[in-house]
């Protein structure tokens, strides 16, 4: 039972790496014509927070800075339930 749960963790973690750091690192590979602009590119990415926080601050936009925030929370929260899923442990290992 153990390495059943330990498979499914190392599994939602594997997906969580593909997610966050290779599809990203892809597409900047894809759309970079040279390797120069692919190294360029990457700290210009926008990050979700950084687009909430400069729609707040910059632009004084809090309708559109609340939106950032409302999909935040939902990732989160889908992010959150999926890891509940797929770590899910038996009762009967508990006991």
Known sequence: ???????????????????????????????????????????????LVGEAYNWQGAYQNTHVAAAYALFILLLSIGVTLFYLKALKVNRETLS
């Open 1 to 47: 039972m153990k390495s059943n749960t330990r498979f499914r963790f190392l599994y939602a973690m594997a997906s969580v790496l593909v997610i966050c750091w290779l599809v990203p690192i892809c597409l900047i590979g894809l759309s970079a014509r040279t390797p120069r602009e692919a190294v360029s590119a990457w700290p210009n990415l926008p990050i």
